[in-house]
C-alpha cells in the first residue's frame, strides 16, 4: 500500500499560514495575524492582499472557481461556485479574485431554512468570510468558510453563534483567571475532539431499497438470524475492503489537514468509527462536516454507501458521535486538568463544579442541542444513552465531592495498580476515572464527553449550547468574585454550593436501569423522550434570556430555530411515511399476492389429488399470508387517512404532536405487519434485499 508522504502532502488542500506567509509582504501577514489574534474586522487593502494570494495557490492547485462555504440551518453545507474569470474587454478573459469577493458573498435567504425571519419574496442573504477557519480546494474549487445571514443582519446558519459562543466562554473564563491572579494567559478556548460513526455497505443493495435512498434508513426489515449477538465484530478484523476505504478516506481527510486519529469497526455488523484528534471548536465543527461529506464520496468511489443515519437498521446498534469538549489557555493548559491531587486544586474544582451547575440547570438545553426525528430512534436504546441527562464523574472525584460537602479532609490515595500476572507483563495504574458508556455526559480525564450527538447532526449545536450554559456560571462566579472580601473562603463557598445545589445531576451507575428511570424522577430530573417534548423548552423565557445575556442568539433568533426543528421534524417524518405507503403498496403486496397465488397453486394440487389438506402447511402459510396481507392492507390504508389529516394542521407544533402521537403509531403498525410477511414469505418473491444480505454486503 502506498505510504503516505506527512512532510509534503498533509493540509496539501488546504490554504494555511505557511502558505499564506510564503505568497503575501511580510507587512500584510503580520497585519492578517494581528487582526485575527484581536478580532476585528479586515480592511479591505488586506483583504485584497490575501485575496490575491489565495487565488494564486489555489489556481496552482487546479481551482477554477470559488465558492463561499457555509453551514445553514438544515444541517448540511451549502455552496454556490463562482469562475474566477471576468471578461478583459479584448474578446478574452482574466483570471480575478478580489478581497470584496472573498470577504463577502450573497445568497438567497429565502429558500434555505430561516424560521420565518425572511418571507420568499425577501430573498437577499449575505455570507461573510471567518478568517478563523481555513480556505481549501476540493474538486476544483476554493472552499471559503463563512457565516451566512439574513439581508437583516440575523444569523441563519450555525457558525456565527458557535463564534459568539466561543467569545462569551473566553470573555467569562478570562475574567475568572484575572480574579485568581493569572495576569499571563490571554486566551481561553474550548477544543473539541469528534468521534464519528457510520455503516458501510454495497451500492448494489443500497440501489434496491427506496427507503434508504429516500430516508437514510430502513423503514421495513425482519430480524435477521444474526445481528449482532455475537459481538464478534466490536474492534475485530477490518474487512480488507473497508480497509482500503479507510486508507482512501484518512488519506483524503489529511490533504485538507483533518486530524484523522482512529478507525475501528464499531459493535454493529457494517458499522465503523472515525475519531479526531482535538482542535479548536470552530475548526472541529468545520472538519466534521468536511468528514461526513468526504465519508460519502470515498465510499461511492469504492462502490459503496456510506450511512450517517442515526438508526438505519432495527435491532442492532445506531450511530452517533461523541463531543469531547474541553478548556484550554494560549499558554497549553487545560482548565480541566485535575492534576495528582484535584482536592487541593481550587482552581480545577471552581471550573469543575461551574460546568455541574450548568449542566443542571440547562438539561433542557443539551438534550434539545442533540435532538432530532432520526436520533430520537437513537437516544435510550442499548447502544446510546438516554435521553435524562447525567453526569459520570468517577468514583474519586466523587469522594472528594463528599469530603468537601461534609467539611472533612480527603484523602489522596495513589493510583491502583493493575496486575496481569506474574513477570514480564507490566503493571498498569488505573486512570483516576472509569469509562461509563450509558452516561451523556462523561467525564474521562482532563474532559467531557457529551454522547447523545446523533451521528447525521452538525456538533454546532452541542458546542454552542455547552459553550454558552458554561460562560452563563462563569459570568455568576466572576460577579461573586468581584464583589468577595474573600476571595479563598468566596471560592470554597461556591464549590461546596454547587455541590450541594446541583450535586443530583451526577450518577456514576447504569443509566440503561430501571432502577436509574426511577431515581432520575426522585431528584427531579428532566426526561425528554422526544424531539417534540424537548423543545418545547427552548423558548422558555431562561433559556432566550440565556442566550440573549451572552449575546449568543437574538429572541427572533432563537424563536426562528424552535420552528425550523419542529419543521424538520415533521417533514422527515411525511417523507417516511409517504416512502413507507410506495413501498408497501407498490412493492411488499404485490411480492405478498404472488406468493400466495404459488401456496394456492399448491393447495388446488392437493385437493385434485384427493390429499387431505386439513391442518396442511400450504393450509397455514395461506391463512398466515392472507390475515398479514389484510393487516398491512389496513394498516397502510390509516396510515394514509393520517397523512391527509395531519397535512391539514395549521400550526407547526399541533402539526409535530399529531406526527409523534399518531403518525409514528401508524408506522409502526405498518412495520410490524409487513415484516411478519417478509418471514413468511419466500425470499426469492422479496422485492427487496433483506437485512442479512445488507448487513453482509461488503463480504471482504
Same mark, same amino acid.
Given at each position: 500500500?502506498?505510504?503516505?508522504?506527512?512532510?509534503?502532502?498533509?493540509?496539501?488542500?488546504?490554504?494555511?499560514?505557511?502558505?499564506?506567509?510564503?505568497?503575501?509582504?511580510?507587512?500584510?501577514?503580520?497585519?492578517?495575524?494581528?487582526?485575527?489574534?484581536?478580532?476585528?474586522?479586515?480592511?479591505?487593502?488586506?483583504?485584497?492582499?490575501?485575496?490575491?494570494?489565495?487565488?494564486?495557490?489555489?489556481?496552482?492547485?487546479?481551482?477554477?472557481?470559488?465558492?463561499?462555504?457555509?453551514?445553514?440551518?438544515?444541517?448540511?453545507?451549502?455552496?454556490?461556485?463562482?469562475?474566477?474569470?471576468?471578461?478583459?474587454?479584448?474578446?478574452?478573459?482574466?483570471?480575478?479574485?478580489?478581497?470584496?469577493?472573498?470577504?463577502?458573498?450573497?445568497?438567497?435567504?429565502?429558500?434555505?431554512?430561516?424560521?420565518?425571519?425572511?418571507?420568499?419574496?425577501?430573498?437577499?442573504?449575505?455570507?461573510?468570510?471567518?478568517?478563523?477557519?481555513?480556505?481549501?480546494?476540493?474538486?476544483?474549487?476554493?472552499?471559503?468558510?463563512?457565516?451566512?445571514?439574513?439581508?437583516?443582519?440575523?444569523?441563519?446558519?450555525?457558525?456565527?453563534?458557535?463564534?459568539?459562543?466561543?467569545?462569551?466562554?473566553?470573555?467569562?473564563?478570562?475574567?475568572?483567571?484575572?480574579?485568581?491572579?493569572?495576569?499571563?494567559?490571554?486566551?481561553?478556548?474550548?477544543?473539541?475532539?469528534?468521534?464519528?460513526?457510520?455503516?458501510?455497505?454495497?451500492?448494489?443493495?443500497?440501489?434496491?431499497?427506496?427507503?434508504?435512498?429516500?430516508?437514510?434508513?430502513?423503514?421495513?426489515?425482519?430480524?435477521?438470524?444474526?445481528?449482532?449477538?455475537?459481538?464478534?465484530?466490536?474492534?475485530?478484523?477490518?474487512?480488507?475492503?473497508?480497509?482500503?476505504?479507510?486508507?482512501?478516506?484518512?488519506?483524503?481527510?489529511?490533504?485538507?489537514?483533518?486530524?484523522?486519529?482512529?478507525?475501528?469497526?464499531?459493535?454493529?455488523?457494517?458499522?465503523?468509527?472515525?475519531?479526531?484528534?482535538?482542535?479548536?471548536?470552530?475548526?472541529?465543527?468545520?472538519?466534521?462536516?468536511?468528514?461526513?461529506?468526504?465519508?460519502?464520496?470515498?465510499?461511492?468511489?469504492?462502490?459503496?454507501?456510506?450511512?450517517?443515519?442515526?438508526?438505519?437498521?432495527?435491532?442492532?446498534?445506531?450511530?452517533?458521535?461523541?463531543?469531547?469538549?474541553?478548556?484550554?489557555?494560549?499558554?497549553?493548559?487545560?482548565?480541566?486538568?485535575?492534576?495528582?491531587?484535584?482536592?487541593?486544586?481550587?482552581?480545577?474544582?471552581?471550573?469543575?463544579?461551574?460546568?455541574?451547575?450548568?449542566?443542571?440547570?440547562?438539561?433542557?438545553?443539551?438534550?434539545?442541542?442533540?435532538?432530532?426525528?432520526?436520533?430520537?430512534?437513537?437516544?435510550?436504546?442499548?447502544?446510546?444513552?438516554?435521553?435524562?441527562?447525567?453526569?459520570? #464523574?468517577?468514583? /474519586?472525584?466523587? &469522594?472528594?465531592?463528599?469530603? @468537601? =460537602?461534609?467539611?472533612?479532609? $480527603?484523602?489522596?490515595?495513589? +493510583?491502583?495498580?493493575?496486575?496481569?500476572?506474574?513477570?514480564?507483563?507490566?503493571?498498569?495504574?488505573?486512570?483516576?476515572?472509569?469509562?461509563?458508556?450509558?452516561?451523556?455526559?462523561?467525564?474521562?480525564?482532563?474532559?467531557?464527553?457529551?454522547?447523545?450527538?446523533?451521528?447525521?447532526?452538525?456538533?454546532?449545536?452541542?458546542?454552542?449550547?455547552?459553550?454558552?450554559?458554561?460562560?452563563?456560571?462563569?459570568? #455568576?462566579?466572576? /460577579?461573586?468574585? &468581584?464583589?468577595?472580601?474573600? @476571595? =479563598?473562603?468566596?471560592?470554597? $463557598?461556591?464549590?461546596?454550593? +454547587?455541590?450541594?445545589?446541583?450535586?443530583?445531576?451526577?450518577?456514576?451507575?447504569?443509566?440503561?436501569?430501571?432502577?436509574?428511570?426511577?431515581?432520575?424522577?426522585?431528584?427531579?430530573?428532566?426526561?425528554?423522550?422526544?424531539?417534540?417534548?424537548?423543545?418545547?423548552?427552548?423558548?422558555?423565557?431562561?433559556?432566550?434570556?440565556?442566550?440573549?445575556?451572552?449575546?449568543?442568539?437574538?429572541?427572533?433568533?432563537?424563536?426562528?430555530?424552535?420552528?425550523?426543528?419542529?419543521?424538520?421534524?415533521?417533514?422527515?417524518?411525511?417523507?417516511?411515511?409517504?416512502?413507507?405507503?410506495?413501498?408497501?403498496?407498490?412493492?411488499?403486496?404485490?411480492?405478498?399476492?404472488?406468493?400466495?397465488?404459488?401456496?394456492?397453486?399448491?393447495?388446488?394440487?392437493?385437493?385434485?389429488?384427493?390429499?387431505?389438506?386439513?391442518?396442511?402447511?400450504?393450509?397455514?402459510?395461506?391463512?398466515?399470508?392472507?390475515?398479514?396481507?389484510?393487516?398491512?392492507?389496513?394498516?397502510?390504508?390509516?396510515?394514509?387517512?393520517?397523512?391527509?389529516?395531519?397535512?391539514?394542521?395549521?400550526?407547526?407544533?399541533?402539526?409535530?404532536?399529531?406526527?409523534?402521537?399518531?403518525?409514528?403509531?401508524?408506522?409502526?403498525?405498518?412495520?410490524?405487519?409487513?415484516?411478519?410477511?417478509?418471514?413468511?414469505?419466500?425470499?426469492?418473491?422479496?422485492?427487496?434485499?433483506?437485512?442479512?444480505?445488507?448487513?453482509?454486503?461488503?463480504?471482504?
Amino acid at each position: 500500500m502506498e505510504s503516505f508522504d506527512f512532510k509534503n502532502r498533509f493540509a496539501e488542500n488546504v490554504f494555511t499560514d505557511v502558505e499564506m506567509k510564503k505568497r503575501m509582504p511580510e507587512s500584510a501577514y503580520s497585519e492578517y495575524q494581528d487582526t485575527v489574534a484581536k478580532n476585528r474586522p479586515l480592511p479591505l487593502s488586506l483583504a485584497n492582499e490575501i485575496a490575491k494570494a489565495m487565488k494564486e495557490w489555489a489556481i496552482e492547485k487546479g481551482a477554477t472557481h470559488y465558492t463561499h462555504w457555509f453551514q445553514p440551518l438544515t444541517g448540511v453545507t451549502a455552496e454556490k461556485h463562482d469562475s474566477f474569470i471576468e471578461p478583459d474587454g479584448k474578446d478574452d478573459v482574466i483570471l480575478k479574485f478580489t478581497g470584496k469577493a472573498l470577504a463577502r458573498g450573497e445568497s438567497d435567504a429565502s429558500s434555505l431554512p430561516n424560521g420565518g425571519l425572511r418571507t420568499t419574496f425577501e430573498a437577499r442573504g449575505y455570507t461573510a468570510w471567518d478568517p478563523t477557519s481555513k480556505a481549501f480546494v476540493r474538486d476544483g474549487s476554493l472552499y471559503i468558510p463563512t457565516v451566512f445571514c439574513s439581508y437583516g443582519g440575523e444569523s441563519l446558519d450555525k457558525k456565527t453563534p458557535l463564534l459568539r459562543s466561543v467569545e462569551a466562554i473566553n470573555k467569562q473564563a478570562m475574567r475568572i483567571l484575572r480574579l485568581l491572579g493569572d495576569t499571563k494567559t490571554g486566551k481561553v478556548f474550548p477544543t473539541v475532539g469528534v468521534e464519528q460513526e457510520y455503516f458501510l455497505i454495497d451500492k448494489s443493495v443500497y440501489e434496491k431499497r427506496l427507503d434508504l435512498a429516500n430516508c437514510g434508513r430502513t423503514l421495513f426489515g425482519a430480524k435477521p438470524p444474526k445481528g449482532q449477538e455475537i459481538e464478534d465484530h466490536y474492534l475485530g478484523k477490518i474487512k480488507s475492503r473497508v480497509w482500503d476505504y479507510m486508507a482512501d478516506l484518512d488519506k483524503e481527510l489529511w490533504k485538507f489537514g483533518v486530524y484523522a486519529k482512529t478507525k475501528h469497526n464499531e459493535v454493529a455488523p457494517a458499522q465503523h468509527e472515525l475519531a479526531s484528534v482535538y482542535t479548536t471548536t470552530n475548526l472541529a465543527v468545520d472538519h466534521n462536516q468536511l468528514i461526513m461529506s468526504v465519508m460519502k464520496s470515498v465510499a461511492n468511489r469504492h462502490g459503496m454507501v456510506c450511512l450517517l443515519h442515526e438508526k438505519p437498521f432495527e435491532g442492532v446498534n445506531g450511530s452517533g458521535k461523541h463531543n469531547n469538549w474541553s478548556l484550554a489557555t494560549d499558554l497549553g493548559e487545560n482548565l480541566f486538568d485535575p492534576t495528582d491531587k484535584p482536592s487541593d486544586n481550587k482552581r480545577f474544582l471552581l471550573f469543575f463544579t461551574a460546568v455541574v451547575s450548568a449542566v443542571d440547570k440547562y438539561q433542557d438545553l443539551l438534550r434539545i442541542s442533540a435532538t432530532s426525528a432520526s436520533n430520537d430512534h437513537r437516544l435510550g436504546g442499548s447502544e446510546a444513552p438516554p435521553a435524562v441527562i447525567s453526569m459520570f #464523574i468517577g468514583d /474519586d472525584l466523587s &469522594e472528594v465531592f463528599t469530603a @468537601i =460537602e461534609s467539611g472533612t479532609k $480527603y484523602q489522596d490515595r495513589d +493510583a491502583d495498580e493493575v496486575e496481569f500476572c506474574e513477570g514480564i507483563l507490566p503493571h498498569l495504574k488505573k486512570d483516576k476515572t472509569d469509562r461509563n458508556r450509558t452516561s451523556p455526559f462523561a467525564f474521562t480525564g482532563n474532559k467531557f464527553e457529551f454522547r447523545m450527538v446523533g451521528s447525521n447532526m452538525s456538533v454546532a449545536d452541542a458546542n454552542i449550547v455547552l459553550n454558552t450554559i458554561v460562560a452563563e456560571q462563569f459570568m #455568576i462566579i466572576a /460577579d461573586k468574585l &468581584e464583589k468577595a472580601e474573600n @476571595i =479563598e473562603d468566596t471560592i470554597d $463557598y461556591l464549590i461546596v454550593k +454547587a455541590i450541594r445545589r446541583h450535586g443530583r445531576i451526577i450518577f456514576n451507575g447504569n443509566n440503561y436501569s430501571e432502577e436509574w428511570k426511577k431515581e432520575a424522577k426522585r431528584r427531579g430530573l428532566l426526561s425528554l423522550a422526544t424531539t417534540v417534548d424537548a423543545l418545547e423548552h427552548f423558548v422558555t423565557e431562561k433559556n432566550v434570556s440565556l442566550f440573549e445575556r451572552h449575546e449568543v442568539f437574538t429572541s427572533a433568533e432563537v424563536e426562528s430555530r424552535y420552528e425550523i426543528l419542529l419543521e424538520s421534524y415533521s417533514k422527515a417524518i411525511d417523507v417516511e411515511a409517504r416512502t413507507m405507503v410506495h413501498i408497501a403498496k407498490r412493492q411488499i403486496i404485490p411480492a405478498v399476492i404472488a406468493f400466495e397465488r404459488v401456496v394456492a397453486e399448491t393447495l388446488n394440487a392437493k385437493q385434485a389429488l384427493t390429499l387431505g389438506l386439513k391442518n396442511s402447511a400450504e393450509g397455514s402459510l395461506m391463512i398466515n399470508l392472507s390475515k398479514g396481507l389484510d393487516g398491512l392492507y389496513t394498516a397502510v390504508s390509516k396510515l394514509e387517512y393520517d397523512l391527509s389529516v395531519g397535512a391539514e394542521k395549521k400550526g407547526s407544533k399541533e402539526k409535530a404532536e399529531f406526527d409523534k402521537s399518531v403518525i409514528l403509531a401508524d408506522m409502526r403498525a405498518v412495520r410490524d405487519h409487513a415484516d411478519f410477511l417478509e418471514s413468511i414469505t419466500d425470499k426469492a418473491l422479496w422485492p427487496f434485499p433483506n437485512y442479512t444480505e445488507i448487513l453482509n454486503s461488503v463480504m471482504y
